[in-house]
């Protein structure tokens, strides 16, 4: 198994996400936040979804998905 540092390349990596942590498949610099399109690098990683396998680039873009997902209700600022 690879740690979450190697494969420094400028590629997109492939991540299986855990609970508390997650595993990369594919080793890349970066991973893409589902719902903002931002290129996050992989050691700055800390959103995700373990259900929906996907990546966000901040707690925004993550109660963002939540919502979209029904998980959350939609809230009118």
């Not at 390349?9 to 492939?14: G, M, P």
């Not at 991540?15 to 991973?31: A, E, K, M, N, T």
């Not at 396998?53 to 029904?70: C, V």
């Amino acid at each position: 198994m690879m740690n979450r540092f190697e494969g420094s390349s400028n590629r997109e990596a492939k991540i299986r996400y855990l609970d508390g942590d997650f595993q990369i498949v594919l080793p890349g610099s970066h991973v893409t936040c589902v719902v903002t399109g931002a290129a996050i690098p992989v050691d700055e990683l800390r959103y995700w979804s373990v259900a929906r396998q996907e990546p966000y680039a901040d707690a925004e873009a993550s109660f963002e998905a939540d919502k979209r997902a029904g998980i959350l209700p939609n809230q009118k600022n």
